[in-house]
């Protein structure tokens, strides 16, 4: 069965935005995250660095079809933080990521559409600083083939920008190499014309690889 495609934050670092309205200072901070564990201790993890904030709000959404979900206010009134930054996960189609937005209250109230506006904000100017990437379906190939066609099926892979994941370099050459579903047949066709079918091949399965959008 084919791997869903899907976009999320890069597995790179956490990335983070502020934000001031009448004088209540926001910050947005963004991670990629795969389990609810893990969502749970980054989410965890900011309210110790924020300890002193007024609130750390947070969501988070979970699984390539983005099927579970979860947004807590943290004190604020109801449905005006949590669930803001958890419709701006959706609206930027986001999956296996989590959004913290601290707020220090500034003495001046905002009202809940100025929450809600104000929540919402922050963690889209986060997103918008974080490394969005498509994790895009990889059909992995075994390539097998004698040293006389190495040196051309090593230029016609660097010429099509394919990606070879191993190379090993025994009696015979295998490489391993990464390729869109739809591209195999196109690829196998010219590969037997290159070589005059020459080279033997296993499927290896689908695998999942971030392409930085």
């Known amino acids: 069965m084919p791997r869903n495609n899907f976009k999320t934050v890069a597995d790179e670092e956490i990335?983070?935005?502020?934000?001031?309205?009448?004088?209540?200072k926001f910050l947005a901070h963004v991670k990629h995250v795969e389990t609810e564990e893990a969502a749970r201790e980054f989410i965890l993890s900011i309210r110790k660095k924020y300890f002193d904030?007024?609130?750390n709000c947070s969501a988070w959404i979970l699984g390539e079809r983005g099927d579970k979900q979860k947004s807590n206010d943290d004190g604020e009134p109801g449905g005006t933080a949590g669930n803001p930054i958890l419709e701006t996960i959706k609206?930027?189609?986001?999956?296996?990521?989590?959004?913290?937005?601290?707020?220090?209250?500034?003495?001046?109230?905002?009202?809940?559409g100025g929450l809600i506006r104000a929540y919402s904000h922050t963690a889209a100017l986060g997103i918008s600083n974080s490394k969005i990437v498509q994790m895009t379906t990889f059909q992995k190939i075994s390539l097998t083939l004698e040293y006389n066609f190495l040196a051309t099926v090593e230029n016609y892979l660097r010429n099509k920008k394919i990606r070879v994941e191993n190379a090993d370099y025994a009696d015979v050459v295998t490489l391993e190499i990464l390729l869109p579903p739809a591209q195999i047949e196109n690829f196998l066709t010219e590969l037997n014309e290159l070589t005059a079918a020459n080279f033997l091949h296993e499927d290896l399965g689908e695998i999942l690889i971030p392409v930085e959008i």
Not at 15 to 24: G, M, R
Not at 98 to 104: G, K, L
């Open 91 to 112: 609206k930027n189609n986001l999956t296996n990521c989590a959004v913290v937005v601290t707020r220090y209250f500034g003495g001046i109230k905002l009202g809940a």
């Open 15 to 24: 990335f983070s935005a502020a934000y001031e309205v009448n004088k209540s």
């Open 53 to 55: 904030a007024t609130h």
